[in-house]
């Protein structure tokens, strides 16, 4: 082996021990006090270079119209001010910087952004007359969208939709809306929809980096490849935690396996017991019922329907931490699946599963609380 190729294999050795870092040269950024820090992945052109941020549909800026504000421009939608990022989450939130959203909302295309709404619920927007317009309760104009011959609305009550297509009002257009939480107002409207759209996105993938503090970027004389440096270590040397380990992860691992198979037999026979044997009180019951010429009667398909339904995002997010299961089936949400909530006690179950137990059962199956509807039709004109 000559002298060259002995200098290119030590080269090679050495760099193989230098710890892989990302590119060093970025910096946080921010376009005035207040706003959101800039950095991996989004890009705050032209102060950070280009290999500061993950692709071009990250890069924000600071607008020029003298408030200085974080401005993302989405394809085929427009610009949109930054009010809160959320790494750790990979959130986020937007907003019309001329204050009229449901606007902005109705022409939103996210197909060519690498963004999709947190949750998302579907909006019917009704324009109708203002002379005929009858004060609805749980309604209220929009009114950067309104002027003084007409009125314009937005629902995602089928009820109040079927209620105002029945009046002389006129369907603007359905669309979904990426809202920070899906049983938001109940379901019923937004009455200004200026809350800001919640958008996540799902690459890169940098949230466990974050959770553990580290920073995460595109790695050094690299084009794509992501990394995570500065991640929190254990305080506990690798030595340690092998002894540990081996002394005492065994024999706790033996316990909790035990443990664990006591739990699966109890809970699997009281699941084989309540699906396969119906409980005795419930037969007298209803035995009783129908003798006395009763019957157990559930809800109707409209009210049925106009619970709030969603389609669960990555994240799996609920407003009850606690929600992970479905208490019908017992299965666990997964990420797109439909869910279904009482508006009552937000009490969340598949879709699925609570359409077939509220056409059979009045009462909510986890606080046996009777579901009031959202919005009853005698109270429309209220």
């Not at 309540?274 to 009763?294: D, K, Y």
């Not at 299961?325 to 279904?340: A, D, F, W």
Request: charged fraction near 20%; aromatic fraction near 10%.
């Amino acid at each position: 082996m000559d002298f060259t190729k002995i200098i290119t294999f030590s080269l090679l050795i050495f760099s193989l021990l230098i710890p892989t870092r990302i590119t060093a040269t970025c910096t946080n950024a921010v376009c005035r006090r207040g706003d959101p820090i800039i950095r991996f992945p989004f890009r705050l052109k032209p102060h950070q270079s280009q290999s500061c941020g993950y692709d071009k549909e990250f890069d924000l800026t600071c607008d020029t119209n003298g408030v200085n504000r974080t401005t993302i421009t989405l394809p085929f939608s427009g610009n949109f001010t930054v009010e809160m990022i959320d790494y750790a989450a990979q959130e986020i939130w937007i907003n019309d910087p001329n204050n009229c959203l449901p606007k902005r909302i109705l022409t939103l295309n996210l197909t060519s952004t690498p963004f999709s709404g947190v949750y998302s619920r579907r909006f019917s927007f009704f324009n109708c007359p203002t002379s005929e317009y009858l004060p609805l309760r749980p309604l209220n104009p929009i009114t950067c969208l309104s002027d003084e011959n007409s009125t314009v609305f937005a629902t995602a009550s089928p009820r109040v939709v079927n209620y105002l297509s029945s009046q002389s009002c006129r369907l603007m257009k359905t669309v979904e809306i990426p809202v920070r939480w899906p049983f938001y107002e109940q379901a019923v409207s937004f009455s200004e929809l200026s809350d800001n759209l919640w958008l996540t996105w799902r690459v890169p993938r940098c949230f466990r980096c974050e959770i553990r503090g580290g920073k995460c970027g595109i790695k050094s004389n690299s084009s794509s490849e992501i990394i995570c440096s500065d991640a929190h270590k254990p305080a506990i040397p690798r030595r340690a935690r092998y002894a540990i380990a081996i002394g005492a992860g065994i024999p706790g691992t033996l316990i909790l396996f035990g443990l664990f198979c006591f739990v699966y037999s109890k809970i699997n026979g009281c699941i084989k017991r309540h699906r396969l044997v119906p409980h005795p009180e419930i037969n007298n019951t209803r035995a009783h019922f129908h003798q006395s010429g009763i019957s157990i009667m559930g809800l109707d398909g409209p009210t049925i329907d106009s619970y709030p339904k969603i389609v669960l995002g990555e994240s799996k997010r609920l407003p009850k931490t606690d929600d992970v299961t479905c208490p019908i089936c017992l299965s666990e949400y997964e990420p797109k699946e439909t869910l279904r909530t009482i508006p009552s006690c937000q009490h969340c179950f598949h879709a699925n599963c609570i359409d077939e137990w509220l056409k059979l059962n009045g009462t909510c199956p986890v606080c046996r609380n009777s579901p009031e509807q959202i919005l009853p039709s005698e109270n429309l004109n209220s």
